[in-house]
């Protein structure tokens, strides 16, 4: 199972960014997915996640009102939106999928067994 992390680059301060998630190998659409990130010489942290269906998702406070994760199970990809981008955003963002069949999502990097390989933001004027 591979998992392909893409749409980054660099962008503007207030500018906007969709990322998207595909998987080779194995369908996404019964398993939950999560955004996560890593800023230089900081930990990862959780961004946001989905459920299998797409009927709910959570997304960090530090993002919420700005990002939103979706999905589309027909084309196996899920996407986060990212809105009103600001430096503190900038980071290796990376989408991981759990392991079991329709489990919840979590905000828990740990509990991911898939990862892509991240796709770069940076945010600078």
């Known amino acids: 199972v591979q998992l392909q992390a893409s749409g980054g680059g660099l962008v503007q301060p207030g500018g906007s960014l969709r990322l998207s998630c595909a998987a080779s190998?194995?369908?996404?659409?019964?398993?939950?997915v999560g955004w996560f990130r890593q800023a230089p010489g900081k930990e990862r942290e959780f961004v946001a996640s989905?459920?299998?269906?797409?009927?709910?998702?959570s997304h960090a406070d530090s993002v919420k009102g700005r990002f939103t994760i979706s999905r589309d199970n027909a084309k196996n990809i899920v996407y986060l939106k990212m809105n009103n981008l600001n430096p503190e955003d900038t980071a290796v963002y990376y989408c991981?999928?759990?392991?079991?069949?329709?489990?919840?999502?979590?905000?828990?990097?740990?509990?991911?067994?898939?990862w892509g390989q991240g796709t770069l933001v940076t945010v600078s004027s």
């Open positions: 991981a999928s759990r392991l079991a069949f329709r489990a919840s999502p979590t905000e828990d990097a740990a509990r991911y067994i898939y």
């Open positions: 190998g194995r369908t996404l659409s019964n398993f939950p």
């Open positions: 989905i459920t299998w269906d797409g009927s709910s998702t």
